[in-house]
């Protein structure tokens, strides 16, 4: 049976792809961005080890690794568009209400009711004007939080 350290000195390529595979994974199952660059070092240490570059066994490999996982995320951090590596939630629909229209579905009471906006219903609370009634168009001004928006009654 081999030992760890005989599979790594008969085949690195297989180890350092692994551990991209596994980063990989990690990276896929998190959705943050961070370990696409750590990802990319294991792949090219494997790639370097699969052409026998030789970096000085292991430890000159994992040097390799750190040293261009450092590097990639330096540059894609400084370079690459923020936009790029946010992690705004695209599911996200509630950031879009502001300034969308909608129609009340019933007769506000207290300044409270039930307004449905592009789709969806959400509570609502008047921010000013009087208290609509039922089909009445009404603007969202902001989210006041959870699924409850802030809007305004428009003219016409």
């Given at each position: 049976?081999e030992?760890?350290?005989?599979?790594y000195?008969?085949?690195?390529f297989w180890?350092?792809l692994?551990?991209?595979a596994?980063?990989?994974?990690t990276?896929?199952?998190?959705?943050?961005g961070?370990?696409?660059w750590p990802?990319?070092?294991?792949g090219v240490?494997?790639?370097l080890?699969?052409?026998?570059?030789?970096?000085?066994?292991p430890v000159?490999?994992?040097?390799?690794?750190?040293?261009?996982?450092?590097?990639?995320?330096?540059f894609?951090?400084r370079?690459?568009?923020?936009?790029?590596?946010?992690s705004e939630?695209?599911n996200?629909?509630?950031?879009?209400?502001p300034?969308?229209?909608?129609?009340t579905?019933s007769?506000?009471?207290?300044?409270?009711?039930?307004?449905?906006v592009?789709?969806?219903?959400?509570?609502?609370?008047?921010?000013d004007g009087?208290a609509?009634?039922?089909?009445t168009?009404?603007?969202?001004v902001k989210i006041l939080?959870?699924?409850t928006i802030a809007?305004?009654?428009l003219?016409?």
């Open positions: 049976m030992t760890i350290a005989n599979f000195a008969d085949h690195p180890v350092w692994g551990i991209a596994i980063l990989l994974a990276e896929v199952s998190t959705g943050t961070w370990l696409l990802t990319a070092s294991a240490v494997a790639i080890a699969l052409l026998g570059v030789q970096l000085g066994g000159g490999e994992v040097l390799v690794f750190a040293v261009l996982t450092i590097l990639s995320t330096l894609a951090n370079f690459l568009p923020k936009r790029a590596l946010s939630d695209l996200d629909r509630a950031k879009d209400l300034g969308m229209v909608g129609i579905v007769a506000f009471d207290q300044g409270r009711g039930r307004v449905m592009n789709g969806s219903e959400w509570t609502a609370e008047l921010v009087e609509p009634e039922k089909g168009r009404v603007e969202v939080g959870g699924a809007v305004r009654t003219a016409g």
